[in-house]
Structures are given as structure tokens and as C-alpha cells.
């Protein structure tokens, strides 16, 4: 393992399960103080307890990514603990979907814009503002979606506009501050092997079948797949690659 983080500072948004625990403990295998941030403090706490049984050092913070003050609390809380703000993923999201456009009630419209764009927005506002003012600047990642620019699906059509929004997000902010010192991309995970992409009383075993027929590569993206793509672009290795949406799906949408 490399130590391409050692002493800096990294928030991971949705960190306490799936992809977004996969990341923070990869941030902090190669030396990065981890701020995990998430609605629940349950499965924050075991977050934090992995990186710490391993060696790390981490933080977590509840919060509402759909709320402007609990995310600058938690760059806050980062910056007071750690002393900066190095490395940001803003990876919360949810799914409401599974049914046509028309059938969409305008709560699980209006979760999935809360969160998902809105919660970016706050996220990059507040993490841009405390990276600027550092000398070393600091790198951004958010996780947007292979539904979204990249590919559409029925019953996920909401979904993919919020994420195709964090696409769009992601590259507008991405110009409008790398002159400041701060670095923007984005990585768009195809089907990974979380629980938001089994279908509606899928076993592991029934996806792993569909995704022999569906994914060229014949497999979903293991989580840590996904945290090595986003760790590149967060890290000094990646120090030219600017507003880039880098997809991850075993080749469904080559």
C-alpha cells in the first residue's frame, strides 16, 4: 500500500456503508486523517472503529448533506480537529425508484433532488470555500452515476437526472476553481456490489447471473474498485485531470 494521503485531511459524505466506507477506509489505509459524515451514528461509529482497529485516525460527524449548516459544520469540524481540509468525496445519495416517471410521488422526487444535487452543491460550496484559503489547495470527488449522462433506464429516470446534474456540477465548479487551487472531478459507478443495485428481492447470487448477461466484464464493480478510482483522482497522481467523470461499470456503456 502506498501513502499517497499521510497527514492530510480527508471528508467522506454517505460513509457508513457501501462505497463510502470503502473509500474512507481506503483514505485512510495510505495515511489520511478521515472525516466521515452520514445521517446515522451507528454505522459511522463502526466506520470509524474499522479505521482505527487498522491504525488510522478518523472522525464522525452526523449530518444532512440536504442541509447548508450541518455540512459547513462538518468541514468545521474537520478543519478543528485535523487542521485542514486536503481531500473531499461527497458521495451520499439515494435511490427512489422503480417505477415510471408519472408514477413518481413528489416525496421521492424531492428526496432524491435534496440529496443527491442540492446535498452536492452544499458539499462542494463548503469544502471549495475551506480549500481556497489553504495554501496546498485540495482535490474533490464526487459520485455521480453511470444512470445519468452515461446511460438511462426505465424506473430510474428521476435518479438519473439528479445524477447527471452531479456530472454537470462537477465540471462547471471543476473550471470555475482550479485557478484557486482546488481540483474537481467525478467518478460514475456502473452496478457495484452494494445493496442498491440488487432489484426488488434479488439475492447476491440472482445479480451475479443478471450481470453475466448485462455487463460485459460479466460481474458488478467490487466497492474497493470503485474507492481505487476515486482515491486516483483525489491524489497527487491525477494532478492534471481536471473536471473529468471517470466511469466505472465493466464496460456496459462503451
Given amino acids: 500500500m502506498t501513502s499517497r494521503f499521510t497527514d492530510r485531511t480527508a471528508l467522506v459524505t454517505g460513509a457508513g456503508s457501501g462505497i463510502g466506507r470503502a473509500v474512507a477506509l481506503a483514505l485512510a489505509a495510505e495515511g489520511a486523517h478521515v472525516v466521515v459524515a452520514g445521517r446515522r451514528p451507528e454505522p459511522l461509529e463502526e466506520t470509524v472503529a474499522l479505521i482505527e482497529r487498522a491504525g488510522g485516525k478518523a472522525l464522525a460527524v452526523t449530518a444532512d448533506v440536504s442541509r447548508a449548516a450541518d455540512v459547513r459544520a462538518v468541514v468545521d469540524a474537520a478543519v478543528d480537529r485535523f487542521g485542514s481540509l486536503d481531500v473531499a468525496v461527497n458521495n451520499a445519495g439515494v435511490f427512489r425508484g422503480g417505477r415510471p416517471l408519472a408514477e413518481l410521488a413528489d416525496d421521492d422526487w424531492q428526496s432524491q433532488l ?9 458539499a462542494l460550496r ?3 470555500r475551506q480549500m ?4 496546498a489547495g485540495g482535490a474533490i470527488v464526487n459520485i455521480a452515476s453511470t444512470f445519468g449522462l452515461h446511460k438511462r433506464t426505465p424506473g430510474a429516470t428521476a435518479y438519473a437526472a439528479t445524477k447527471a446534474a452531479v456530472s454537470v456540477l462537477t465540471r462547471g465548479a471543476a473550471l470555475d476553481h482550479i485557478a484557486e487551487g482546488v481540483r474537481i ?6 452496478a457495484t456490489a452494494t445493496a442498491m443495485s440488487l432489484r426488488p428481492g434479488e ?3 440472482g445479480r451475479a447471473e443478471r450481470m453475466e448477461h448485462e455487463v460485459p466484464l460479466g460481474r458488478v464493480s467490487a466497492v ?5 478510482a ?19 461499470d465493466g464496460g456496459q456503456t462503451a
Fill in 224 to 228: 474497493e474498485e470503485v474507492a481505487a
Fill in 203 to 205: 439475492t447476491e447470487a
Fill in 126 to 128: 463548503a469544502e471549495i
Fill in 185 to 190: 472531478n467525478a467518478v460514475s459507478p456502473g
Fill in 114 to 122: 435534496d440529496t443527491n444535487v442540492t446535498g452536492v452543491f452544499h
Fill in 230 to 248: 476515486v482515491l486516483y483522482l483525489a491524489s497527487d497522481d491525477a494532478a492534471s485531470v481536471v473536471g473529468t467523470d471517470l466511469v466505472v
Fill in 132 to 135: 481556497r484559503t489553504q495554501p
